[in-house]
């Protein structure tokens, strides 16, 4: 007699999900894509790790940007696994005895996630962080609305700097740039992470800008220069300046900036949009105080976000290496 009674629901992922989902997730961005992220699943749940190892000792002493970076992976990490129908309930920094832990992961079925989380999912792939003049944002206004209700549930909020603001932010970037110019310690870090191509981490040759083209962009990372080159050489840069900013400075705070930063990221590509992150320049005392003072609230600055449009036929750029799955992601048995 054939069993027709229903089959269980299966609770938690099987093992080719997960390593679909953690290699797509793998796009995140990271500082200097150093990827500072070590994933264990053990069948059951998934546990998210710094790895301190890479961190960047000069540019980021407190390991700021580095958490910012594993939020920003493990809000891709969710996004994944929502569209793949499965509710991620997360609990942040578990244990207080180990710092390095910084969340874990638990499944139960969603069989039908809303329809902007499988439209973040399928931007993964697309997005890219574009250090090159951009146009204006269109739909500027839709993308701040929507993206005001990502970013609450982080206890963060997301602002627009005025067009005005943008000669005073670039005073500080470039003040910023001046005090590290001849630290040979960072510069040391910078140029270790920057400029090879061929590697699996870091920022690849080909994903840096010219002299020229950097000067074109007055609030940015100063990298080491690429070949010169006069890419979008007419135009001015009009991207917009978006500011998440806390009401709190701490750890898990961080982290959820990096799971805003990600979903805000996200939904720019959604939305036909060009992105540039930067957490350099509020790394900086003195430019952060410059980029508070900008808001209409009290806060403090984590993250700006150069916003636009790229020219209709900008070619397509290309993606950065990513690290071998097996390198970040330890399945148990």
Same mark, same amino acid.
């Given at each position: /007699?054939?069993?027709?009674?229903?089959?269980?629901?299966?609770?938690?992922?099987?093992?080719?999900?997960?390593?679909?989902?953690?290699?797509?997730?793998?796009?995140?961005?990271?500082?200097?894509?150093?990827?500072?992220?070590?994933?264990?699943?053990?069948?059951?749940?998934?546990?998210?790790?710094?790895?301190?190892?890479?961190?960047?000792?000069?540019?980021?002493?407190?390991?700021?940007?580095?958490?910012?970076?594993?939020?920003?992976?493990?809000?891709?990490?969710?996004?994944?696994?929502?569209? &793949?129908?499965?509710?991620?309930?997360?609990?942040?920094?578990?244990?207080?005895?180990?710092?390095?832990?910084?969340?874990?992961?638990?499944?139960?079925?969603?069989?039908?996630?809303?329809?902007?989380?499988?439209?973040?999912?399928?931007?993964?792939?697309?997005?890219?962080?574009?250090?090159?003049?951009?146009?204006?944002?269109?739909?500027?206004?839709?993308?701040?609305?929507?993206?005001?209700?990502?970013?609450?549930?982080?206890?963060?909020?997301?602002?627009?700097?005025?067009?005005?603001?943008?000669?005073?932010?670039?005073?500080?970037?470039?003040?910023?740039?001046?005090?590290?110019?001849?630290? /040979?310690?960072?510069?040391?870090?910078?140029?270790?992470?920057?400029?090879?191509?061929?590697?699996?981490?870091?920022?690849?040759?080909?994903?840096?800008?010219?002299?020229?083209?950097?000067?074109?962009?007055?609030?940015?990372?100063?990298?080491?220069?690429?070949?010169?080159?006069?890419?979008?050489?007419?135009?001015?840069?009009?991207?917009?300046?978006?500011?998440?900013?806390?009401?709190?400075?701490?750890?898990?705070?961080?982290?959820?900036?990096?799971?805003?930063?990600?979903?805000?990221?996200?939904?720019?590509?959604?939305?036909?949009?060009?992105?540039?992150?930067?957490?350099?320049?509020?790394? /900086?005392?003195?430019?952060? &105080?410059?980029?508070?003072?900008?808001?209409?609230?009290?806060?403090?600055?984590?993250?700006?976000?150069?916003?636009?449009?790229?020219?209709?036929?900008?070619?397509?750029?290309?993606?950065?290496?990513?690290?071998?799955?097996?390198?970040?992601?330890?399945?148990?048995?």
């Amino acid at each position: /007699m054939t069993d027709t009674s229903a089959s269980p629901v299966r609770s938690v992922p099987d093992h080719p999900t997960v390593l679909a989902a953690m290699q797509l997730a793998g796009r995140a961005p990271s500082l200097h894509n150093t990827q500072p992220w070590r994933w264990v699943f053990d069948g059951v749940r998934l546990r998210l790790y710094r790895d301190d190892d890479r961190l960047l000792t000069s540019a980021d002493p407190l390991g700021r940007q580095l958490v910012i970076s594993c939020g920003a992976m493990l809000h891709h990490v969710r996004t994944v696994f929502a569209a &793949k129908g499965w509710h991620t309930d997360t609990t942040r920094l578990p244990d207080a005895r180990h710092p390095d832990y910084l969340a874990v992961i638990e499944f139960r079925p969603w069989p039908e996630p809303p329809d902007g989380v499988r439209a973040r999912a399928r931007a993964i792939d697309r997005r890219r962080t574009d250090r090159l003049p951009l146009l204006a944002p269109t739909g500027l206004s839709e993308l701040l609305h929507i993206g005001r209700m990502l970013v609450t549930p982080h206890d963060l909020e997301l602002d627009v700097l005025d067009d005005s603001a943008r000669g005073k932010l670039a005073g500080a970037s470039e003040h910023a740039t001046a005090l590290r110019r001849y630290d /040979m310690e960072y510069q040391t870090e910078l140029h270790w992470w920057a400029g090879h191509s061929g590697d699996s981490e870091g920022v690849p040759r080909e994903a840096l800008v010219s002299d020229a083209e950097f000067a074109r962009v007055s609030v940015g990372r100063a990298f080491p220069s690429a070949p010169h080159s006069a890419r979008r050489g007419d135009l001015e840069d009009n991207a917009r300046l978006l500011v998440l900013s806390s009401p709190r400075e701490s750890v898990i705070t961080w982290l959820h900036t990096g799971e805003a930063l990600s979903a805000l990221l996200l939904e720019c590509t959604t939305a036909g949009l060009a992105s540039c992150p930067m957490t350099h320049i509020t790394e /900086m005392p003195s430019a952060r &105080k410059v980029i508070a003072s900008m808001i209409a609230h009290p806060g403090i600055p984590q993250v700006v976000i150069r916003v636009g449009t790229a020219p209709e036929d900008a070619p397509e750029t290309a993606p950065t290496p990513r690290r071998p799955l097996t390198d970040i992601l330890t399945m148990q048995p």
